[in-house]
């Protein structure tokens, strides 16, 4: 581990990582004879560490900061401050478009996080919380609240506000239910595959109503 890392930072020393492991940054797994036991998500964390105090002069804090970010699924940026990905990946498996694409349910944003990754307002965000489109899942928001907030947006270009897309959550409601009696309260493989399904007649059901 210490040589792959002093191949890209020659200065680097066991006193170094050890310092960095009691102040918090990396905790490596131990063998039942209390070695340390280096994953490679460890030698990826190091290197990340090593870099923000070499070329963006970072301090611990800070970058304490950013790996506690990027553990609720951030990503680094240029800019050095973790954000959302720019595509959250679908749990559907049905794609909306280039810029949607997910993390779902990994993902855990803070408000700000959610608002700046879906490029909205507060005032949209607070009117998708209200009429339940937008649900924090204890103190945070996953992926799929990127999906839903960036369509309401889209939505929102055609004169068409978060009330009116109301039935969209009732008909999900449902079709959730029908999935849990089926699958089981507990996320599976069999829920993904049948909430896959759902997306497409869903999808399917709306296009066929509508004028040819």
């Known amino acids: 581990m210490l040589q792959v890392l002093q191949a890209e930072f020659a200065d680097v020393t066991i ?15 131990r063998t039942a004879s209390g070695y340390r036991k280096f994953s490679a998500a460890d030698v990826e964390r190091l290197r990340y560490v090593l870099t923000a105090q070499r070329d ?11 790996l506690a970010a990027m553990d609720r699924g951030l990503r680094p940026t240029p800019g050095g401050k973790p954000a959302a990905p720019a595509n959250v990946p679908e749990t559907s498996g049905l794609p909306i478009g280039e810029d949607f694409g997910v993390l779902g349910t ?17 005032e949209l965000l607070d009117q998708l919380e209200s009429h339940g489109l937008v649900v924090a899942r204890g103190n945070h928001y996953d992926g799929d609240a990127i999906l839903v907030a960036k369509a309401a947006a ?23 239910g029908l999935i849990e009696q089926v699958a089981g309260p507990r996320r599976t493989e069999k829920t993904e595959d049948l909430a896959a399904l759902a997306v497409r007649l869903h999808a399917a059901l709306v296009r066929s109503r509508l004028p040819r």
Do not use: N, W
């Open 15 to 29: 006193s170094k990582i050890r310092f960095l492991e009691a102040e918090g940054l990396v905790t490596p797994a």
């Open 56 to 66: 963006q002069y970072l301090p611990l804090k800070v970058i304490k900061e950013h």
């Open 106 to 122: 990994d993902l855990k944003l803070t408000r700000a996080e959610l608002r700046d990754a879906a490029g909205i307002t507060d």
């Open 154 to 176: 889209a939505f929102a270009q055609y004169g068409v506000e978060p009330r009116h897309l109301r039935p969209f959550r009732t008909a999900a409601d449902r079709e959730a």
